[in-house]
């Protein structure tokens, strides 16, 4: 990504969600933009296991995440997308999404990890939501298709909510 400003490169700060110019010493902030997930801009060599498109860098709840600019699938780890559901679903208010039956017919596809490249596990989350989740268990990482993070946060659960819940 370059700067609006001048047009030189952009480097990401370390441990923020902010890009720097160095030629003209300006900080860019990205915009939100899938899922509440901070776009950095900055391309990634891993691929998106579902297009084929580079990955970009993003961030939640300052976790380091990949995001398919084409088909907005979210690639994390698996301790930051476990940080990210338990926080999001103690502190989100508001409407519930209704229960949903799993999708089964996800079974069927077979998408690869992009880092091993190894066939990544299809199967359900077993948390809220039922949604199908891909994951490689030799590298740690889980794909998530777009709209799947949402369903997972906002499905009605006895965990969401906890923070803000009178006893």
């Not at 899922?35 to 939640?60: M, T």
């Not at 301790?79 to 208010?93: E, G, M, N, P």
């Not at 949604?131 to 889980?142: A, K, L, S």
Request: glycine share 8%; aromatic share 8%.
């Amino acid at each position: 990504m370059n700067c609006t400003n001048c047009g030189a490169p952009l480097r990401l700060v370390t441990d923020r969600d902010t890009l720097y110019c160095e030629y003209c010493t300006t900080y860019h902030f990205p915009d939100e933009a899938v899922e509440g997930i901070l776009f950095l801009g900055i391309a990634d060599k891993l691929e998106c296991p579902v297009c084929r498109k580079n990955l970009v860098l993003g961030s939640l709840l300052g976790n380091r995440l990949r995001i398919c600019p084409n088909c907005r699938g979210i690639l994390a780890n698996q301790d930051s997308f476990f940080t990210i559901v338990t926080y999001l679903r103690s502190t989100t208010q508001g409407p519930e999404l209704p229960i949903r039956p799993l999708d089964t017919t996800q079974y069927d596809r077979m998408l690869f990890c992009p880092s091993c490249e190894k066939q990544m596990d299809t199967h359900p989350y077993l948390g809220p939501g039922n949604v199908m989740i891909d994951n490689c268990i030799d590298c740690g990482w889980v794909w998530l298709d777009n709209g799947e993070m949402t369903r997972i946060i906002l499905t009605a659960g006895r965990d969401r909510d906890r923070l803000f819940r009178k006893f």
